[in-house]
């Protein structure tokens, strides 16, 4: 028998992994422990070609650490909550519940065949009314902390899906999922306070400058966007509140020739005369059905009204007029500005367009902006500007004017964040419960936390479809919605808003830790035994929202006493995608590859050998270019040596071939090295040369039966288990060594087998010996090349003249022909 039977080893190895429960991490070990985790799925489907390959170096990582001799806790569960199960339902008229569940079957078999290193006796579903009681108990004690909170605001609004978007969810103005224009619309709803941390989330990025992509941290330090400056107030004629304004460039105030309110802010709509009003209410209309990226972009066009009133600038008394423009944002710093268009461009071409006047305060050499239209940024010296005239560069004008401003009392230093807080309030029915009860009286009332979970009652149909409210909203849940008042005993109301997603994917890794646990979320010493996470794995498109959402979460749970650590990702690997022909698969492309297909044809095996092969596991893997067929034939090469080995251990190792055992323990050293530094492409490449060196060597030297030849094939056995389990099982057990492999000890480098005697490679120059080098016997074509032609007698020897050809015989010849 030659070949290795795909299916009929996926199904064998299957039920060994199940009755002998490998993968099980326990508890209660002596051993050292690493806990390997991989983003969970949402249960869309069946397993496609993404996850094919995120969980392919996952599970790379997972059993080379349980090879090394760790307790591996490698744990796998279901972010099963979310829109596309109320959707089906709403379509089949059944329950969510019904579709999620039938898809984690299917999905779970597919993980099941795919061969992953999985612990199945931890896998939850967030949609689990034994998991979201203690979603919504930690929602309970964000809350008590103030920590979550309602206000109103616009919002934005999918008219096709009806409900409110996070910004996130917004992309170039159109809905994430449907592709529809965003609105703008004013609800009520509920936020966690992430904001409160933004620079606790800045400042831990330090721990993870070792482990986390830089892309990432670099993705994560703009959206959290934190940024130097000051408050000014403006005090404004006939009010009692002044206008306060948010500005890096606190020096320019004298430069300050009108200020801006944000249209969508409530001050605008306070300030704004009797006489003005009509002309404002008809441009915030307007205003609201453009996006923000819109707003900020500097292209667009430059739009306002004024609202009638002056404010007076405090540094000079100077009475300037009060506008509103969508250019301008009500969330970002205090929603108002004070314009300094000399100085920054977009105020520049509101002034020109508006007629209002240009002020330079800092001379730079450079033209009049009023006259050029272009705003100066530079340094320079200060003019227009009272007691700061004649002073030079930006930091001496800023603090000077800030300490002026402190004394006044008008105004102080003040660091501003981009980071919103998160909105996390759906108008859905798939999703976690808000435990919040509405007492007319009482107001918004906690629901004891003896009366968790609050579980969703039982719609499905029409009663899901969208109407600009959350199902629960709707008559069909009035039953479940009327309660009495905890506090009072009064009728009152249950919030019908449902949480985002993102909460349950906050904290579902602590909960793998104590699975099932019925007192909290987790306990605190299993956390403390498994956590932080050694190694996440997962898309790059969450390098924001989750990873950001999750660390926040650990940050309070750590105020909270419930955890120890601050971060709980020690690495991360951000995998790339799978595309095909070159751009992403699609359904209206017809590029897309089906997993299962793929799986049919060659078996796992092949294909995960594919997919870690491809590349680097950060880069995109184009289908187009990779042969599975090959990465089959490549296996069945490698399984014919076990069956060539097999047969009664022979004499010990140490008298094995001296070359092929080198070859193997070099191979040892590169692959550990490698797959610790996450190459597992190149860790890869060194296997098949190792099995290349073993054929050879029973093909043309030691033979089959000698001792080198086994351990060799050993070793590409274990090498191979990391991304092609069940031939590796296959070729372990034809050695005769007791199953698992996944348990089988990773092999050390034998320090004596790794000293590379060095060879002499002799360096020709049109056939006369010019050097004679001392090289490693592995050495490559390029070093070869690099290393002959910068010695300095070949120098010499090819006096100035090109070359036309190197031929090389490694490691011991190289031959150089110069031109003519
Ligand atoms: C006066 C000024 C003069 C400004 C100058 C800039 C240059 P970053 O760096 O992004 O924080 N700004 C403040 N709040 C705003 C809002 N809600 N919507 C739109 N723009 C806003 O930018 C801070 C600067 O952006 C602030 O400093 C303010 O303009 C503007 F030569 O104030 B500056
Ligand atoms: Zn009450």
């Not at 994430?176 to 989330?201: D, G, M, S």
């Not at 629901?447 to 479809?465: C, S, Y």
């Not at 870690?612 to 893997?621: L, M, S």
């Amino acid at each position: 028998q030659t070949g290795y039977d795909a299916v009929a080893a996926q199904e064998k190895w299957q039920r060994f992994w199940a009755d002998d429960q490998t993968f099980v991490a326990h508890d209660d070990t002596d051993k050292p422990r690493r806990y390997v985790l991989d983003m969970f799925p949402y249960p869309s489907g069946d397993l496609h070609m993404g996850h094919a390959e995120a969980y392919a170096m996952g599970d790379v990582i997972a059993r080379m650490w349980r090879m090394q001799g760790y307790e591996v806790l490698h744990p796998i569960g279901w972010d099963s909550f979310g829109l596309p199960a109320e959707n089906a339902a709403i379509k089949s008229n059944e329950h969510p519940a019904t579709w999620t569940y039938a898809n984690i079957d299917t999905q779970k078999n597919s993980f099941k065949r795919y061969g992953l290193s999985l612990d199945w006796t931890r896998e939850l579903h967030t949609s689990d009314p034994e998991y979201y009681h203690w979603t919504q108990w930690l929602f309970l004690r964000f809350h008590e902390r103030g920590l979550a909170y309602r206000k109103d605001s616009y919002v934005n609004w999918c008219p096709k899906d009806q409900t409110v978007l996070a910004n996130e969810q917004v992309i170039n103005g159109l809905c994430e999922r449907c592709h529809t224009p965003v609105t703008k619309r004013k609800l009520n709803q509920w936020y966690f306070k992430i904001t409160e941390y933004a620079q606790r989330l800045l400042d831990d990025m330090a721990q993870l400058e070792t482990g986390w992509p830089d892309r990432v941290l670099a993705m994560q330090r703009n959206w959290i966007g934190r940024s130097e400056g000051a408050v000014v107030e403006f005090t404004v004629d006939g009010r009692e509140d002044p206008i306060t304004v948010f500005t890096t460039r606190p020096d320019t105030l004298y430069g300050a020739t009108f200020m801006v309110v944000a249209p969508d802010s409530e001050l605008a709509g306070e300030l704004v005369t009797d006489e003005q009003r009509p002309a404002f209410e008809t441009y915030l209309e307007q205003v609201k059905k453009s996006t923000e990226i819109e707003r900020q972009s500097t292209q667009h066009e430059k739009t306002g009204v004024f609202l009638g009133v002056h404010a007076v600038n405090p540094v000079n008394g100077e009475r300037v007029p009060v506008w509103a423009a969508d250019y301008v944002l009500s969330e970002y710093g205090t929603g108002a500005i004070m314009a300094v268009p000399a100085h920054d461009q977009r105020d520049l071409d509101f002034a020109r367009k508006f007629g209002l006047p240009v002020r330079v305060v800092i001379a730079t050499g450079e033209p009049d902006p009023g006259e050029s239209g272009i705003a100066t940024a530079g340094d320079g010296t200060y003019v227009n500007s009272g007691p700061l005239d004649g002073l030079e560069g930006k930091a001496a004008g800023i603090a000077r004017t800030i300490g002026t401003l402190r004394e006044r009392g008008t105004g102080d230093a003040r660091v501003t964040y981009r980071l919103r807080d998160w909105l996390l309030s759906r108008q859905r029915f798939w999703g976690c419960p808000i435990p919040i009860i509405h007492c007319p009286a009482c107001g918004e009332v906690p629901v004891p936390d003896d009366q968790l979970p609050i579980e969703l009652p039982d719609l499905r149909g029409d009663a899901l479809a969208p109407k600009g409210t959350s199902p629960l909203a709707g008559p069909a849940a009035a039953q479940w919605r009327d309660v009495t008042c905890p506090q009072c005993g009064g009728p009152a109301q249950r919030d019908t808003d449902t949480m985002d997603t993102f909460v349950d994917s906050s904290w579902y890794f602590y909960r793998y830790c104590s699975p099932g646990y019925a007192d909290g979320p987790f306990r605190a010493a299993d956390v403390r035994r498994w956590m932080p996470v050694q190694q996440y794995v997962g898309g790059v498109e969450h390098a924001i929202l989750h990873l950001l959402y999750m660390r926040f979460f650990a940050k309070v749970l750590h105020d909270l006493g419930m955890i120890d650590f601050d971060e709980p990702m020690e690495r991360l690997l951000n995998q790339g995608q799978v595309i095909n022909q070159g751009k992403a698969m699609s359904k209206s492309l017809g590029n897309g590859v089906d997993l299962g297909q793929q799986i049919d044809a060659y078996g796992v095996d092949a294909v995960r050998l594919t997919v870690v092969f491809a590349g680097p596991p950060e880069d995109d893997i184009d289908w187009a270019d990779v042969s599975p067929a090959s990465s089959l034939k490549f296996l069945q090469r490698a399984y014919r040596l076990a069956v060539e080995v097999a047969g009664p251990r022979g004499a010990d190792v140490a008298f094995g071939d001296r070359t092929l055992r080198q070859a193997t323990h070099r191979a040892i050293r590169d692959v550990t090295d490698l797959v610790g530094l996450g190459r597992f492409n190149v860790a890869i490449a060194r296997v098949m040369e190792l099995v290349n060196a073993t054929r050879k060597a029973i093909d043309t030297g030691c033979g089959p039966q000698d001792a080198a030849v086994r351990e060799s094939v050993s070793f590409v056995a274990q090498a191979l288990s990391l991304v092609a389990p069940y031939v590796a099982e296959e070729m372990w057990e034809v050695l005769g060594e007791a199953p698992s492999i996944a348990n089988s000890q990773w092999p050390t480098p034998d320090p004596e087998l790794l000293v590379t005697e060095a060879i002499t490679m002799v360096v020709q120059v049109q056939g006369k010996v010019r050097a004679k080098l001392t090289v490693p016997p592995e050495i490559t074509e390029t070093d070869a090349t690099d290393l002959a032609l910068s010695d300095a007698n070949v120098q010499r020897a090819l006096a100035g003249r090109e070359v036309a050809k190197v031929i090389t015989r490694l490691p011991k010849m190289v031959s150089i022909v110069p031109k003519d």
